[in-house]
T-cell receptor, first 118, second 109 residues
Framework: NAGVTQTPKFRILKIGQSMTLQCTQDMNHNYMYWYRQDPGMGLKLIYYSVGAGITDKGEVPNGYNVSRSTTEDFPLRLELAAPSQTSVYFC?????????????????FGNGTRLTVT | KNEVEQSPQNLTAQEGEFITINCSYSVGISALHWLQQHPGGGIVSLFMLSSGKKKHGRLIATINIQEKHSSLHITASHPRDSAVYICAVRWSLRNQFYFGTGTSLTVIP
């Protein structure tokens, strides 16, 4: 059981370049999230998805886009990279049940992507 | 104001000491999570709890829903416990999480 697989682990971009961070989970989780982690700050939500075909903005969505064409995949697209997007990015997933919170799963994280924009 | 506050921010302990990390939150929650992140590493879930107390090996997590407070205890600390411990809450109104800024723990042999 692979859990949440996130690629790449490291990437250096030049200002203005674009890239896609890949995220796949094999736990049939309905919820998927993208966070960024900056030094001294808590994880900040970029985008999230409650299921295939449904995405919504989080706290810091500017400069990013997502799609959720399948339950398993939730890629994060950076268009026109800027130095402010230098960060560590984490994909996460969880199962949330409408039958009660006791059926919810823990949050599972990918191993992170360290992105530097220069 | 952060929805989740952790204390202390940094903690250094001698091997064998009993350690407590505290978490306070301000929103209604369906669950609270304790996470562990090793330097340069990924984030793993240690506990998910909505009431009472849970224990896993030398780690114990407690929560007081009325006081909106949780604690993570580590008994007989070991250098391999050195990591950042993050408190996260699942907001009851929406299935989103709020995170504390983490407690950086260093256990000295």
């Amino acid at each position: 059981n692979a859990g949440v697989t996130q690629t790449p682990k490291f990437r250096i971009l030049k200002i203005g370049q674009s890239m896609t961070l890949q995220c796949t989970q094999d736990m049939n989780h309905n919820y998927m999230y993208w966070y960024r982690q900056d030094p001294g700050m808590g994880l900040k939500l970029i985008y999230y998805s409650v299921g295939a075909g449904i995405t919504d903005k989080g706290e810091v969505p500017n400069g990013y886009n997502v799609s959720r064409s399948t339950t398993e995949d939730f890629p994060l697209r950076l268009e026109l990279a800027a130095p402010s997007q230098t960060s560590v990015y984490f994909c996460a997933s969880s199962y949330s049940s409408d039958r009660g919170p006791w059926r919810n799963s823990p949050l599972h994280f990918g191993n992170g992507t360290r992105l530097t924009v220069t | 104001k952060n929805e989740v506050e952790q204390s202390p921010q940094n903690l250094t302990a001698q091997e064998g000491e009993f350690i407590t990390i505290n978490c306070s939150y301000s929103v209604g929650i369906s669950a609270l999570h304790w996470l562990q992140q090793h330097p340069g590493g990924g984030i793993v879930s240690l506990f998910m709890l909505s009431s009472g107390k849970k224990k896993h090996g030398r780690l114990i997590a407690t929560i007081n829903i009325q006081e909106k407070h949780s604690s993570l205890h580590i008994t007989a600390s070991h250098p391999r416990d050195s990591a950042v411990y993050i408190c996260a809450v699942r907001w009851s109104l929406r299935n989103q999480f709020y995170f504390g800024t983490g407690t950086s723990l260093t256990v000295i042999p």
